[in-house]
């Protein structure tokens, strides 16, 4: 077994309840339809079934779909030879499909100044707090997926409602004049406290409340599911901060077996890859929050870890550590970022929400 899989069985075994609730008595209110989608972004997000793809008809599917090649990636990052073996197709067959597979998911190269252009449009939403934008360069970044964890009441949900607030701010004020997807796993969104924060910004209230639609998520599937339909209002309402909160919870409290760990990796897997790609097509804040559990391995430093292993980790371009200091002082620390010195910056939660 690998090292990463034994933090991970521990993970399991850790005892961590909070913010874990039951939700066997909850009804799910989901109706799931598979609508038709025309949308040329939403096609890009839609997942492809792998008979689209030139030469494969059903049975090759079936072979394929047996042997694991169940999706375009997989398929994509396939050597011709192996789909030959697997699934008894032509060498020229398997080479169409790969390239066809390679062409859709846009696997190709891209030119540096294409990427620089793309990345001139990212934008930043202001945390509210000077010493915490400072350590974020500027401010939490669309086109990418940013991270918070850190232990019950550390304050991950507050960063969540402060920005709620705050990506409503005009521009000029750190703000992207933007509405809010918010999603809730664990029933923790209060609107009076966005409520609060936003009179203290200076906003209406009323107005900032009609601006954040919120959706409940009863299970791990139907928060994946409210990812996917939530790409309907990105462009109809003007979001520009996606929330998740909290990103991992249902995937834990659901996947309680050793033998379900790599089920439930997949899953958080496909789950922050939407989220990321909704970050990159919609030039999107995407915003999570995550829990930490114990590492009774690590001897010295913090022994917490967050969950979801390197599939989180790695999908997350930008991870903050939260911390509790004394009174209203919490210390949010940098840990991973592609482009920022790592660091900590000092702020307070207040009524007010998030300030210096
Ligand atoms: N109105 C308020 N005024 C001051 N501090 C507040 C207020 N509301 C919440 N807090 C602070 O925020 C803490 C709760 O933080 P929060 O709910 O964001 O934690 P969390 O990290 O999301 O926890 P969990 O893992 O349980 O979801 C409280 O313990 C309190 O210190
Ligand atoms: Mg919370």
């Known amino acids: 077994m690998s090292k990463k899989n034994i933090n991970l069985d521990k993970n399991l075994d850790d005892s961590y309840q909070e913010g874990v609730e ?3 008595n909850l009804d799910s209110p989901v109706d799931v339809d598979d609508e038709i989608i025309d949308d040329p972004i939403k096609e890009k997000i839609k997942p492809k079934e792998i008979t689209d793809l030139p030469g494969i008809g059903p049975t090759s599917a079936e072979k394929l779909k047996a042997a694991g090649y169940e999706t375009y990636e997989s398929i994509a990052v396939a050597s011709p030879m192996e789909l030959v073996a697997v699934a008894s197709l032509g060498e020229g067959t398997a080479i169409k499909a790969i390239k066809a ?15 620089l252009d793309r990345r001139k449009l990212i934008s930043r939403i202001t945390t509210g707090s000077s010493s915490l934008d400072e350590l974020l360069g500027g401010g939490i970044e669309s086109q990418s997926i940013t991270e918070v964890y850190g232990k019950f009441a550390s304050g991950k949900s507050q960063w969540c409602f402060q920005l709620c607030v705050t990506a409503q701010l005009p521009k ?12 809730d796993t664990e029933n923790s969104f209060r609107p009076e406290r966005v409520s609060q924060i936003a009179q203290y910004r200076g906003l209406d209230p009323e107005k900032v409340m009609k601006n954040i639609f919120v959706a409940r998520a009863y299970n791990s599937d139907h928060q994946m599911l409210l990812a996917e339909k939530g790409v309907d209002l990105i462009k109809d309402k003007n979001i520009k901060l996606v929330i998740v909160d909290s990103l991992t919870s249902q995937f834990r409290s659901e996947f309680t077996g050793r033998g379900q760990l790599s089920d439930r990796q997949q899953k958080i897997n496909k789950h922050m890859r939407l ?9 999107v804040v995407v915003f999570v929050t995550n829990q930490v559990m114990s590492r009774p391995d690590i001897l010295f430093g913090d022994p917490t870890d967050a969950i979801g292993g390197n599939v989180v980790k790695h999908a997350s371009k930008t991870r903050v550590y939260l911390r509790k200091g004394t009174g209203s002082k919490r210390i949010a620390k940098l840990v991973d970022s592609p482009s920022l010195p790592d660091g900590e910056a000092v702020y307070n939660v207040t009524g007010d929400g998030l300030v210096d």
């Open 101 to 115: 597979a390679r062409d859709a998911l846009e696997m190709g190269f891209e030119s540096a100044e294409k990427i």
């Open 172 to 183: 000029d004020q750190g703000g992207l004049d933007g509405a809010v997807l918010y999603i």
């Open 275 to 283: 989220l990321q790609k909704i970050a990159e097509l919609y030039n």
């Open 22 to 24: 039951d939700y066997d």
